[in-house]
């Protein structure tokens, strides 16, 4: 979620959150209907019309590169399939991976975070019968997007210092440190939000 | 110079800062020694050292902890217990603006502040942009908080304070860490505020222009009076020991 951002504002950022992962539920359900490989590359392909429709090239050329993570499975299930003979089976797993992965980047890259956890915060809210705030829930989900950048950043300066003192690189030895780093920000993180009104 | 042991009464302390024999111990030592304070100025400067207690007893004001021994009032209210009421009385804004930062994008910072205060999420989305366009800043609203440099993150936490309206503000070394342009900006901003505010540094320059300068050493107030006469000693005092060796002692 932290580098799912677009580069480029499109039409889909207007649409109500709701209704894009609403959208999405429903795309994904029809892509578990569909079991066989032709179907599956013609929704791959009207993933990719969508991207191009919305942003153009460029917009498009950003979504390929945020579902490239995916390489290890796909390798895996290919390795597998191949193994066992399946070509069309794994064509079939591979083939709905990318176009549900591809529709749901689409949906967070157009989705700013709050409009996100607002919906989630919606959604929760029967649980809050169960003692489980709904805006708790929400915040958390925040903070930890906050937090990870701050965190790699921690790590980084901390693998740094490590560098700067030994010949030696620092690989595991900066995850104590980095530990005690996080605790600390915690406490700071605990300290603005009491400054705001707390988590109540 | 040093505080009056006796209570100030609660009638004549309803608004403004009042701390009544204030104690702070952290795990057994203490740092605040009895405070009986009540700060009405609209400047105030509260000097000392490392370690002399001024970032404690800025977190003591803000509610942030609660005073061992003694009471805290500001503007009439518990600030240790009463947060929902704080949030109208007072803002602080921390040294690091990474300790104050706690959403992922520039608009969703600014509005949380107005939601803890009872807006609605739109309403108060709609506030923050409104700031923000008012600062020339309109294109910040969803920028990731952590692309922001170090000198625009502290502008954001002074403009969230801002835009939640408190009627005290806490400055802890508004300036430390900004480059010279920026601290000028900043300077020539926090100038032009009506809140009361409460600027905490080492550096005597940062409050040269306050109303009233409190100096702290070791949980006590040393002194306590205008910037002219309280500076002076200050300086006085914090070059004689430098030219001692300054830092061999150990706290505790």
Known sequence: MLTLTSPVDTAAHRLPAGVKLAALSLWTLLLFQLASPLPLTLALFAVAGVHLGLGGAAFAAHGARMVRPLWPFVLIVSLWHGWTGDLAGGAVVILRMLAAVAAANLVTMTTRLSDMVAVIERLARPLARLGLSPRRLALALALVVRFIPVMLDRMDRITDAWRARSPRPARWRVLVPATLAALDDADHAADALRARGGAD | ?252
């Open chain 2, 1 to 252: 110079m040093s505080a009056p042991a006796s209570p100030v009464s609660a009638h004549a302390a309803s608004s403004g800062i009042l701390l009544d024999r204030a104690r702070v111990a952290l795990s057994g030592r203490i740092i605040l020694h009895d405070l009986t304070l009540h700060l009405t100025e609209a400047r105030i400067g509260i000097v000392g050292r490392n370690g002399s207690g001024k970032t404690t007893l800025l977190r003591l004001i803000a509610g942030l902890i609660a005073p061992d021994a003694g009471r805290v009032r500001i503007d009439g209210l518990d600030p240790a217990t009463d947060r929902k009421g704080m949030l109208a009385a007072l803002g602080i804004l921390f040294q690091n603006p990474d300790h104050q930062i706690l959403f992922p994008t520039v608009e969703e910072e600014l509005a949380f502040g107005l939601r803890q205060q009872g807006r609605t999420q739109q309403d108060a989305l709609a506030a923050a942009r409104a700031a923000l366009a008012a600062e020339g800043r309109a294109h910040w609203g969803p920028a990731p908080t952590s692309a922001l440099s170090q000198g625009q993150r502290h502008y954001l936490c002074l403009m969230t304070v801002l835009l939640m309206q408190p009627r005290t503000i806490l400055l802890d070394e508004p300036f430390a860490g900004l480059d010279l342009p920026t601290q000028d900006r900043l300077s020539r901003r926090l100038a032009a505020l009506p809140q009361r505010l409460v600027t905490i540094s080492h550096d005597p320059a940062a409050v040269a222009d306050a109303d009233r300068v409190l100096w702290i050493d070791a949980g006590r107030i040393t002194a306590d009076g205008s910037p002219a006469v309280v500076l002076a000693a200050f300086r006085a005092e914090m070059a004689r020991i430098g030219e001692r060796d300054a830092d061999t002692d150990l706290a505790g």
